[in-house]
């Protein structure tokens, strides 16, 4: 399969620069790439300065193709009788069509159709690299949580079967109901989406969050590392944006920013560390076109390899709760940077599943099958790790036992 890296970020800070930038080094080094852009607005046509097919991998340079994901062709392939219904339902409230069908185009489903094609296209042997340039955080973001959030687990999927039941018995009934095209194209999302959330886990995908030395972007950035911690993806670099050059002849107006960037630089490795950062100059005109992409990426990556694992640590991992290794007795660690000292974190379980709310945040663990019978007790949090003990049931019960909901307040270790 091939490596697939994603850069992610707020609106603006450098992604589809940063995206063309690694695919044109990587290209230059020979790997057979493909930079993909899952953007509506289809600015990395505008970056490498050239056309891109928005149907198959067009040629830039020796080894470097590009897309742009139609994601209004990928609808209309793959969710039509989803998108006719949810068009439907709004448009029989008084919407009109048009705004009803605008309305159908779910945010986070456009990324889904468009992670699907970097799916099919790492499965697709074409490629030793793909290179995915997203749209702003928010969306990615959501668009990550979408397969539990839709799914909720086996609960979630229970809870589709029966209402379909139940919907073919309404039907007679109730004109607003879903037909079966509906439930067909549902029912296939359900499962792609399962299988999309299994492959942005494999160890040959990572993310790089992508931001500017600027507050808003800082908070956003230390948010999305949180969440995708929870959500168990690579996080394997950091990508600072747009620094100012330390020069004597930029004047005074420039000094005050130059030293606010300072603390923010300075801000984003105490956040950060120890996943690897790396930090691009502000150039002096806009990078534009393969040449200019390549010297930024050169003056990024210096002499590390932009295709590698740039860091590998799993987020969450099991442990022997005690050094003799206890039998039965194990600690579920959850690298969790950034929670505060009071800050709650809310635990329910549900049979296989944990479920882990933190803030508007929220993370389904699939429990280690060794942990199923095993009840939740104490826990601790050290170093940015939240551990949760799991005990062997043996008759005495350990507070909270399986199946409550529990909210635990972070602590000063
Ligand atoms: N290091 C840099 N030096 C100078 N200009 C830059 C640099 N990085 C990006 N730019 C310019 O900043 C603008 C925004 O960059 P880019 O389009 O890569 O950001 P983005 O994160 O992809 O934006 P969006 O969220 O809109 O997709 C572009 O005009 C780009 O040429
Ligand atoms: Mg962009």
Same mark, same amino acid.
């Given at each position: ?18 995206? %063309? /930038? ?47 994901? !139609? ?15 949810? &068009? ?12 009803? /069908? ?81 439930? !067909? ?62 020069? %004597? !002849? ?19 490795? &105490? ?23 390549? &010297? ?118």
């Amino acid at each position: 399969m091939a490596r697939v890296i994603i850069y992610s970020g707020k609106g603006g800070t450098g992604k589809t620069t940063i995206s %063309a /930038a690694t695919a044109t080094m990587l290209a230059r080094a020979g790997y057979r790439t493909l930079v993909l852009s899952s953007d509506p607005a289809h600015s990395l046509a505008d970056a490498v300065g050239a056309p891109i097919s928005r149907d198959r991998p067009t040629p830039l340079a020796p080894c470097l193709y590009g897309l742009e994901v !139609d994601t209004i062709y990928e609808w209309r392939h793959n969710l039509g009788g989803f998108q006719q219904f949810v &068009a439907s339902t709004y448009s029989s409230r008084g919407i009109d069509r048009s705004t009803a /069908a605008e309305l159908a185009n779910q945010p986070g489903l456009d990324e889904i159709l468009a992670l699907q094609r970097v799916m099919s296209e790492a499965r697709s042997g074409r490629w030793d690299m793909i290179v995915l340039d997203t749209a702003p955080t928010g969306n990615t973001l959501r668009l990550l949580a979408y397969p539990e959030m839709i799914i909720g687990g086996d609960a979630g999927k229970k809870f589709f079967r029966v209402y379909r039941g139940l919907a073919n018995i309404a039907r007679p009934f109730k004109r607003d109901l879903p037909d079966d095209r509906f439930f !067909d194209e549902v029912g296939g999302l359900l499962e792609r989406m399962d299988e999309l959330a299994n492959f942005l886990l494999s160890p040959t995908i990572s993310l790089r969050l992508v931001l500017n030395p600027e507050k808003l972007p800082l908070l956003e950035t230390r948010r999305a590392y949180t969440f995708l911690n929870l959500y168990g993806m690579l996080v394997d670099a950091v990508m600072v944006n747009k620094i100012l050059p330390r020069r %004597a !002849d930029l004047g005074p107006y420039f000094d005050y920013w130059v030293g606010l960037q300072r603390g923010y630089l300075e801000e984003i490795e &105490a956040c950060f560390t120890p996943t690897p950062i790396f930090r691009t100059v502000l150039q002096e005109g806009e990078p534009i076109g393969l040449p200019a992409l390549e &010297a930024i990426g050169r003056a990024t990556f210096g002499e590390q390899d932009p295709g590698a694992l740039l860091f590998d640590e799993r987020p969450i991992w099991l442990e022997q709760w005690n050094e003799e290794g206890e039998p039965g007795h194990y600690e579920l660690c959850l690298r969790l940077p950034f929670l505060s000292e009071g800050e709650p974190v809310v635990l329910a379980r549900s049979g296989p599943d944990l479920t882990l709310t933190v803030g508007r945040l929220q993370r389904t663990i699939a429990l280690p099958r060794i942990l199923y019978d095993c009840a939740l007790g104490a826990h601790r949090y050290e170093e940015g790790v939240l551990r949760l003990e799991f005990r062997e049931a043996t008759g005495e019960p350990l507070a909270p036992l399986a199946g409550s909901a529990d909210e635990l307040r972070v602590e000063a270790a």
